[in-house]
């Protein structure tokens, strides 16, 4: 076990030696509908433990409506593949603005985008850097997390996914409320980051950068409205 950095890769070597949702569940403590999420694309062949548990008839019938799923699915990404085609950097320009409508800061004059999915995290680091010209240094992240969550494991990992050294991260959000559902445990294993940005002396990367995104949106949305 000591040799798999993060809980998604124990779920994804549990799903591949046959473990079921509810088993691996159990094991790393991350909620179900997380698990579908990483494991999604995984072909699952149960073992014998969980044919034995749940009955051979009953365990064969849900893996083969899983795998049948996962290559209907794989399917769709090559057709989407094709209709999508090569991407341009005016392509990643009104990606990122769309990213930005959904997930981004609005009001304050301030540049940050709130994500718990690394794909998300990553992407919007790239259109910073490649369309705003931001470099790592302009980031000043804080992770937001729950009282279950690991702290030092949780900044560890959001170092190593964006790239951003460990000393540039600001104090970390812990939600202690007690009114919280129970549910909400363990669904987000690494919890939530904000990508803040910071000028670091560099006017064209502070609220002219907000003011600059902003004209971005509305020209956008105004634009498209007139399709």
Not at 72 to 97: C, F, N, P, Y
Not at 98 to 104: A, P, R, V
Not at 156 to 174: A, E, H, M, N
């Amino acid at each position: 076990m000591e040799k798999y950095s993060n809980l998604r890769d124990i779920s994804i070597n549990y799903r591949k030696q046959g473990f079921s949702y509810g088993f691996i569940s159990k094991k790393t403590g991350v909620s179900k509908s997380t698990l579908s999420n990483w494991l999604q694309r995984i072909l699952y062949a149960p073992n014998k433990e969980m044919i034995k548990r749940i009955g051979i008839a009953r365990m064969k019938s849900g893996a083969y409506k899983h795998n049948q799923m996962i290559v209907s699915m794989e399917k769709m990404r090559i057709i989407a593949r094709s209709e999508l085609g090569k991407l341009s950097k005016r392509d990643l320009w009104l990606l990122g603005i769309g990213l930005y409508l959904g997930e981004g800061s609005k009001s304050h004059e301030s540049v940050r985008i709130i994500n718990s999915d690394p794909r998300i995290v990553k992407l919007s680091i790239l259109w910073f850097k490649r369309i705003c010209g931001l470099k790592t240094e302009n980031f000043s992240p804080v992770v937001h997390i729950y009282p279950d969550n690991d702290l030092e494991k949780t900044i560890r990992y959001w170092s190593k996914l964006t790239g951003i050294p460990k000393r540039q991260f600001q104090k970390t959000q812990i939600d202690r409320r007690t009114n919280k559902s129970v549910r909400k445990r363990n669904k987000l294993p690494y919890g939530t980051i904000n990508l803040q940005v910071r000028s670091r002396g560099k006017k064209e990367f502070g609220v002219a950068l907000h003011r600059r995104i902003m004209g971005w949106l509305e020209s956008s949305i105004e634009r498209v409205m007139r399709v």
